[in-house]
């Protein structure tokens, strides 16, 4: 495996684990005056915040075209876009439009979600979009996944399944609020005895 890709797979890890720590300590603040304190809640603006830090990844694409404005193969491709018409460039903005929709809909009930879980099970759950994936890979593109990539699906299920049944299991059933006695970033070991239903005798 190249280095390069270690060093993309590490940082999308370290980010990805910081955005949905950050997320949780944002839902876990108490906002409003004194005497009205309420947890913050506002999942569009959660998702907001993300899509417009994830648009400043275009700044260097935006960069780098002005820098090349004049080269040859950029004036090529300017000429062969305005051959083409308004109309083609309005249909190439559009193709994206529906992904972007879905994709921030998802976010917000995603952050919708997390209000209800712990950090950790958030995170284990939304890494099963991977077995979407390859399913709609295998299905809609024909294309062939290799035993590897079987092999990481099913780690990858069983690792969500474990998460979540300790989560249900060992989540209160009247309150969105993890249970106290645990750190509200992580679920209680899916081992450890389940919280008794009544108080223990004197």
């Known amino acids: 495996m190249e280095k390069r890709v270690v060093i993309l797979a590490t940082l999308m890890l370290f980010t990805g ?3 949905t720590i950050t997320t949780k300590f944002q839902d876990m603040i108490l906002v409003g005056p004194a005497g009205d304190k309420h947890e913050f809640r506002h999942p569009a603006v959660q998702s907001a915040a993300m899509f417009f830090g994830e648009s400043l990844c275009l700044l260097p694409h935006i960069i780098q075209e002005w820098r090349k404005f004049n080269h040859k193969s950029r004036i090529r491709r300017r000429a062969e876009h305005r051959a083409r018409g308004l109309r083609w460039r309005i249909t190439r903005l559009l193709i994206f439009l529906l992904p972007a929709l ?3 809909v998802a976010t917000t009930l995603l952050n919708v979600g997390l209000f209800y879980t712990y950090a ?3 995170q284990m759950l939304r890494g099963t979009l991977v077995l979407w994936a390859g399913a709609f890979t ?5 294309r062939r996944l290799y ?4 092999t990481g699906m099913v780690f990858i299920a069983g690792g969500a399944a474990l998460v979540g049944a300790a989560s249900i299991i060992y989540s209160p059933s009247n309150s969105p609020k993890p249970h106290h006695p645990h750190h509200p970033l992580f679920p209680p070991p899916p081992f450890s005895s389940p919280p008794l239903p009544f108080p223990p005798p004197p």
């Not at 035993?147 to 079987?150: G, L, N």
Request: glycine content about 0%; hydrophobic content about 40%; charged content about 10%.
């Open 17 to 19: 684990t910081i955005n």
């Open 120 to 122: 950790s099970t958030y």
């Open 102 to 104: 879905c994709d921030s």
């Open 147 to 150: 035993i590897q990539h079987w």
């Open 138 to 142: 295998v299905l809609v593109l024909r």
